[in-house]
């Protein structure tokens, strides 16, 4: 399913993977796996502001008005997410190396995937010497949302060529060089911050690393002419062009915050119509910030619980992370996502969506790393415990 969000041209191919590979296993072995359930600290942890934002369908405005979505319609991705929560538990147990298949399997895909978008967009570029901002070739083309899925991929690979091994190594700087290529022409802010600490990560590790040094005449000309290039083409800093991004989310914060201050405590509720206006003209969107997004819709109870997730959910990565080391590109995946969408994100419950790969996919492999952590940090205390109570005699042969 997370490979999906880089190849299927709608989100309508990335629900169908769940819909059958998820939402259905996970529905049919949950009466037998009810013990998963515990502790019930993380289940609340993941679903609390869900549960929330649910709620507060009820003092919504009437469905008419909201486009006429149901209760029901709104409230269906809680159980979505519930059910994604209970199949990473019920997975990441049977099979511990899952996280780092999943990056690796991820940087391949992206590899593909860029390529074709690069062979899509370049001869056209070339030939008529118009550069528009690129977009990837899944997620209906949505330019900011395809090259944040690259710039996290730089990470991705950054990591692998540090751990990964000779094998990947080629694969892995290819897969590094197209990502870049496409943060890069697509002139968005967050994929462009993700690839370049990506790239300053790469430099700052080949110093130490005699395997790794070795490629750097290989990769550093790439990494310096790449960002050069671009300069000397379009007469940009990468960071300055387009300065109406910045202006027009400043504009959107602006009406959102004012929309939170007429119902500051509990929000409008989940399904109101409550729409934008930019230069004049209606805007029918979300607020590109979810946690603005669902301070208008929940409130400041909805926005308080959606932050003390994240702050929660910082402490528990941190400890998990003292524990198992692999699971640093995942918390890397979740910070870029949040950072993300904090420039791009609606109120986070919505049905299989880009919010889902930017946040609730790594935030739920966290917590559920965490709670295999624990229970494999419980049965080892457990198994020390019962070998000290034996007679030294036995306590030998064990």
Same mark, same amino acid.
Request: with cysteine; charged share 10%.
């Given at each position: 399913?997370?490979?999906?969000?880089?190849?299927?041209?709608?989100?309508?191919?990335?629900?169908?993977?769940?819909?059958?590979?998820?939402?259905?296993?996970?529905?049919?072995?949950?009466?037998?796996?009810?013990?998963?359930?515990?502790?019930?600290?993380?289940?609340?942890?993941?679903?609390?502001?869900?549960?929330?934002?649910?709620?507060?369908?009820?003092?919504?405005?009437?469905?008419?008005?909201?486009?006429?979505?149901?209760?029901?319609?709104?409230?269906?991705?809680?159980?979505?997410?519930?059910?994604?929560?209970?199949?990473?538990?019920?997975?990441?147990?049977?099979?511990?190396?899952?996280?780092?298949?999943?990056?690796?399997?991820?940087?391949?895909?992206?590899?593909?995937?860029?390529?074709?978008?690069?062979?899509?967009?370049?001869?056209?570029?070339?030939?008529?010497?118009?550069?528009?901002?690129?977009?990837?070739?899944?997620?209906?083309?949505?330019?900011?949302?395809?090259?944040?899925?690259?710039?996290?991929? !730089?990470?991705? @690979?950054?990591? *692998?060529? /540090?751990? +990964?091994?000779?094998?990947? =190594?080629?694969? %892995?700087?290819?897969? &590094?060089?197209?990502?870049?290529?496409?943060?890069?022409?697509?002139?968005?802010?967050?994929?462009?911050? !993700?690839?370049? @600490?990506?790239? *300053?990560? /790469?430099? +700052?590790?080949?110093?130490? =690393?005699?395997? %790794?040094?070795?490629? &750097?005449?290989?990769?550093?000309?790439?990494?310096?002419?790449?960002?050069?290039?671009?300069?000397?083409?379009?007469?940009?800093?990468?960071?300055?062009?387009?300065?109406?991004?910045?202006?027009? =989310?400043?504009? %959107?914060?602006?009406?959102?915050?004012?929309?939170?201050?007429?119902?500051?405590?509990?929000?409008?509720?989940?399904?109101?119509?409550?729409?934008?206006?930019?230069?004049?003209?209606?805007?029918?969107?979300?607020?590109?910030?979810?946690? %603005?997004?669902?301070?208008?819709?929940?409130?400041?109870?909805?926005?308080?619980?959606?932050?003390?997730?994240?702050?929660?959910?910082?402490?528990?990565?941190?400890?998990?992370?003292?524990?198992?080391?692999?699971?640093?590109?995942?918390?890397?995946?979740?910070?870029?996502?949040?950072?993300?969408?904090?420039?791009?994100?609606?109120?986070?419950?919505?049905?299989?969506?880009?919010?889902?790969?930017?946040?609730?996919?790594?935030?739920?492999?966290?917590?559920?790393?965490?709670?295999?952590?624990?229970?494999?940090?419980?049965?080892?205390?457990?198994?020390?415990?019962?070998?000290?109570?034996?007679?030294?005699?036995?306590?030998?042969?064990?």
């Amino acid at each position: 399913m997370c490979g999906g969000f880089y190849f299927f041209p709608d989100y309508g191919g990335i629900a169908r993977v769940f819909y059958l590979l998820v939402l259905l296993p996970a529905v049919l072995v949950s009466p037998f796996c009810l013990s998963r359930l515990h502790p019930l600290s993380h289940w609340a942890l993941f679903l609390l502001p869900l549960c929330y934002l649910a709620l507060s369908t009820s003092w919504a405005m009437s469905a008419e008005v909201s486009g006429g979505r149901s209760v029901w319609y709104l409230c269906k991705p809680l159980l979505f997410l519930a059910a994604l929560f209970l199949a990473i538990n019920l997975v990441l147990p049977r099979c511990a190396r899952l996280p780092e298949a999943l990056i690796q399997s991820l940087s391949v895909v992206a590899l593909v995937t860029g390529i074709i978008a690069l062979y899509q967009y370049l001869p056209t570029a070339i030939a008529t010497g118009k550069w528009p901002r690129m977009a990837g070739i899944s997620l209906r083309a949505d330019i900011n949302v395809t090259a944040a899925l690259y710039g996290i991929n !730089c990470l991705f @690979c950054v990591w *692998g060529l /540090l751990h +990964w091994g000779d094998r990947w =190594r080629w694969l %892995l700087v290819a897969s &590094l060089l197209v990502s870049l290529a496409l943060a890069l022409l697509s002139r968005s802010k967050v994929p462009l911050i !993700c690839a370049l @600490c990506a790239c *300053g990560w /790469l430099v +700052w590790a080949s110093l130490g =690393r005699d395997s %790794l040094r070795r490629l &750097l005449p290989w990769i550093l000309p790439a990494l310096l002419v790449l960002p050069l290039a671009y300069f000397i083409y379009f007469e940009r800093v990468p960071f300055l062009d387009r300065p109406e991004g910045y202006s027009l =989310r400043l504009e %959107l914060w602006s009406q959102a915050f004012a929309q939170a201050a007429s119902h500051p405590w509990f929000g409008h509720g989940l399904g109101s119509p409550l729409g934008f206006e930019l230069r004049g003209k209606p805007f029918d969107s979300h607020a590109h910030n979810f946690v %603005l997004d669902t301070l208008r819709y929940g409130g400041a109870v909805g926005a308080s619980l959606l932050l003390l997730q994240m702050l929660s959910a910082a402490v528990i990565i941190r400890r998990l992370l003292r524990r198992n080391r692999e699971y640093i590109p995942v918390a890397l995946w979740w910070l870029a996502g949040v950072l993300f969408l904090l420039t791009n994100g609606q109120q986070p419950l919505v049905k299989p969506h880009h919010t889902w790969f930017f946040y609730w996919l790594p935030l739920a492999f966290l917590l559920a790393g965490d709670l295999q952590s624990r229970a494999g940090s419980t049965q080892a205390a457990a198994k020390n415990r019962e070998i000290i109570s034996l007679p030294p005699a036995d306590r030998a042969g064990s």
